[in-house]
């Protein structure tokens, strides 16, 4: 699967990167500065513009679980993110309201990666992680350190997102991800709905030539 990140954009440039790659997506994300800016009617609209998408608020949400959560979810996104370090009781708050709701939360591992708070997580019922390298941390040497999320997918569905490009696919490949989450390259693009082609088929590619562990 593969989820298009709307960021540090414009309604208007996320309207039509969207448009462009949708045959080849199944996730739109709202990013968190366009959140920020255009708050959660834009949320609204982007799930009106794609009602056969999974839509994600990426809310970061690191408090206020159950108002964060209810706010996202009832303005028409299907997933919201919560930060995996935020306090126990704002993940069991939001996971409460997703389950009322029939909807998801995506635990974004940003800053996270000991084994302890790993189980923790899981032991909260976290079914969804987000294994993030933030935009400030994108070099080659970070993308390089995915060891400790090695064994991810044995307990969780697994996000990957960090500067992916089709050259990284196969390096977050070993993940085992559900989800390859993709920004910059295809909304940067001069032609989204080709660069969101290109990765589509790369993903396939690998996929195809990976042996099952079956």
Not at 64 to 80: C, F, N, P, V
Not at 90 to 105: F, Q, Y
Not at 120 to 143: F, N, P, R, W
């Amino acid at each position: 699967m593969i989820q298009l990140a709307l960021d540090r954009l414009t309604k208007s440039e996320c309207r039509q990167i969207a448009d462009q790659a949708s045959p080849y997506v199944d996730y739109v994300e709202i990013g968190t500065g366009v959140i920020k800016e255009y708050g959660m009617d834009f949320v609204c609209e982007m799930k009106e513009r794609n009602p056969d998408k999974i839509i994600v608020a990426d809310m970061k949400t690191c408090d206020a679980g159950k108002h964060e959560t209810r706010q996202a979810l009832e303005s028409g996104a299907d997933i919201t993110t919560v930060m995996g370090f935020s306090a126990d009781q704002t993940i069991v708050d939001s996971l409460e309201v997703a389950r009322e709701l029939g909807k998801k939360v995506l635990v974004d591992l940003l800053g996270v990666n000991s084994r302890k708070r790993l189980q923790e997580l899981k032991a909260l019922g976290v079914e969804l992680v987000s294994v993030h390298i933030g935009k400030d941390m994108q070099q080659a040497s970070t993308v390089d350190s995915l060891e400790p999320f090695m064994d991810l997918s044995n307990d969780f569905d697994v996000f990957v997102a960090g500067g992916i490009d089709p050259d990284r696919i196969e390096k977050f490949h070993q993940l085992n991800p559900a989800v390859y989450i993709f920004g910059s390259y295809i909304t940067a693009a001069e032609s989204p709905s080709s660069a969101a082609k290109t990765i589509k088929e790369v993903i396939q590619s690998i996929e195809r030539n990976t042996p099952s562990n079956s």
